[in-house]
């Protein structure tokens, strides 16, 4: 709903191939944009970013491999960004957009 309410469109949800999952593959403009999304409830400890480690970046370049091989979509940039979601209550949470969140070697 987020996303959908900044002008993104949602391609997938939920993709999954042999090198992951990507929980959230939609296009800004011209931009496909690889999401993940991480949520820690009220009393975890650190934030919910946090839990995107280097292995985490290295999953979602081959899975952005993975996908653009499946969907071809010529002159396209590709970016990877995080939402974190950290519950503050019961029905309440604060999200954090991260766009540009990491970047892949190439």
């Not at 800004?28 to 944009?33: A, Q, R, S």
């Not at 949470?93 to 892949?104: G, N, P, S, T």
């Amino acid at each position: 709903m987020y996303l959908a309410d900044q002008g993104f469109i949602i391609l997938e949800r939920n993709w999954k191939c042999k090198s992951g999952e990507a929980d959230i593959i939609a296009l800004e403009k011209e931009t496909l944009v690889f999401v993940e999304v991480k949520t820690r409830s009220e009393g975890s400890l650190g934030l919910p970013e946090s839990a995107v480690t280097t292995q985490k970046r290295i999953c979602y370049e081959k899975i952005a491999i993975s996908y653009l091989m499946q969907t071809p979509r010529p002159s396209c940039q590709v970016r990877f960004d995080v939402i974190a979601v950290q519950m503050t209550g019961e029905r309440q949470c604060l999200l954090r957009h991260h766009r540009d969140a990491f970047w892949v070697d190439a």
